[in-house]
């Protein structure tokens, strides 16, 4: 089971390279191996490459993303996100949810959910949510990553939660470990059974069609209304035909 040249970006939700972010790279780098070493992996840690909590402007729901204050700091993360085939999510559990950190990268691309402005492009894309505690907390944890994969239009989003029973890497127990690489053997090869497969996952989907009917039904509210028209979704075009 071979895929070429795929284009992986890996979201850290903390600086520290610990539990969590040792799976993600785990994952990264056997999808790697299966693109016959081929893969581009780049790697992101919060908050070192992005630090700045949304400031609740709202500037990117009048305007665009790019009008944002942060926009700056914010493009490469943006571009890396655009550019993938996979986008691999991880965060250990804080107080049963994501890092704040996390949720603050999050918060800056709430315009690219369906029910905004939507971009066509995720319609192609996979995405993996991760998450590790010592304890619990690890589906609330993958569900605030993947909420925003989800709705962001992504054509597959896999969970993974697990507890590690540990506060390192190192001290993970062996019967753990062994369920940790077998889990990502098996998510490396979906991940690449599905590779170049387009459409939008099935609750991203009903909401394409439930906001396509409130622009048909209700006042326009811009500018997501011109937006949906001017990409034609109004009528017979849709995300997943487009962006393919």
């Known amino acids: 089971m071979e895929v070429k040249n795929m284009k992986i970006v890996v979201i850290h939700g903390q600086n520290h390279k610990g539990s969590t972010c040792m799976i993600a790279q785990e994952l990264a780098d056997k999808i790697c191996k299966k693109c016959e070493n081929k893969a581009e992996i780049k790697e992101y840690f919060l908050p070192k490459d992005f630090d700045e909590p949304c400031r609740g402007c709202c500037t990117c729901f009048k305007n665009d993303l790019t009008d944002c204050p942060h926009y700056t700091k914010l493009e490469p993360l943006e571009k890396a996100v655009l550019e993938a085939d996979l986008i691999i999510m991880e ?50 944890t993958t569900k605030d990553m993947a909420d925003s994969l989800e709705m962001w239009g992504i054509s597959k989003v896999y969970k993974y939660g697990v507890g ?29 059974k599905n590779a170049g497969k387009c459409k939008m996952n099935r609750r991203a989907k009903k909401w394409f069609y439930l906001m396509r009917f409130a622009h048909k039904h209700f006042p326009p509210m811009e500018p997501d209304y011109s937006y949906w028209e001017n990409k034609g979704w ?5 995300p997943w035909k487009g962006g393919c």
């Not at 949720?103 to 590790?132: C, G, N, Y």
């Not at 109004?234 to 849709?238: F, T, V, Y």
């Open 234 to 238: 109004h009528k017979k075009m849709r």
């Open 91 to 140: 965060s250990p559990v804080y107080v049963y949810h994501a890092t704040g950190q996390m949720m603050s990268f999050l918060d800056h691309f709430a315009t690219w959910w369906v029910v905004h402005r939507p971009r066509a492009e995720m319609t192609k894309k996979q995405a993996v949510a991760i998450s590790t505690a010592a304890g619990g907390g690890m589906k609330s």
């Open 164 to 192: 590690v029973q540990a506060i390192s890497p190192e001290e993970i127990p062996q019967r753990i470990l062994k369920k940790i690489h077998k889990k990502t053997d098996k998510l490396s090869d979906a991940v690449c």
